[in-house]
């Protein structure tokens, strides 16, 4: 493990000039985005009945930043370090679920219709803490993802004689 975060470390000092300002650019856009909709921003378009807990900016904070820094992995990636479904899946996972983290559980449409306000209060906010360590987790993994994958070596295609080669060494199975 340690092996591999200083692969994601070497490789993120090696970012060009060009990626860390998507990195910003991102983690700024991914902080109004989801801080003005859940009233930790006061604007006049959006209220809270329940006011943030302690927790809400560091997790805000984390999440900016690692979902910027995930995003600019897919800037001018490296050849044979093509963007995975399942990497960037991770990574939206963690954004949409930094916004129920976050956000106030008697103001979220979904929430309400789903559990009513007693259930709001009752269900959903007691589970808030842990969407907003899993949206971390989950941001986290897919930017170590997206780091480790950059450093990785493409193995070569096998050419023609030795793929026949190949399989004239297997034994069928009987």
């Known amino acids: 493990m340690a092996r591999s975060l200083g692969v994601a470390g070497a490789s993120l000092r090696r970012w060009p000039a ?12 991914t902080y109004l985005v989801i801080a003005i909709p859940t009233d930790l921003i006061d604007t006049p378009f959006f209220s809270r ?4 807990t302690v927790w809400s900016w560091p997790v805000l904070v984390v999440s900016a930043i690692l979902a910027g820094l995930v995003t600019a992995t897919y800037v001018a990636y490296p050849e044979g370090a093509a963007p995975k479904r399942a990497e960037g899946r991770l990574g939206m996972a963690g954004w949409v679920i930094t916004f129920f983290a976050v956000g106030c559980p008697v103001c979220n449409k979904i929430v309400l219709l789903a559990l009513g306000t007693t259930g709001a209060m009752q269900f959903f906010e007691p589970v808030q803490p842990y969407l907003a360590a899993a949206s971390i987790v989950l941001l986290g993994w897919a930017l170590h993802a ?6 990785s070596c493409r193995l070569p295609a096998p050419s023609p004689i030795q793929e026949s080669s190949a399989h004239e060494n297997i034994e069928p199975v009987r």
């Open 18 to 29: 060009r990626r860390w300002g998507v990195a910003l650019l991102t983690a700024v856009g």
């Open 146 to 151: 997206r780091l480790t994958r950059e450093n």
């Open 49 to 52: 009945e329940v006011a943030p």
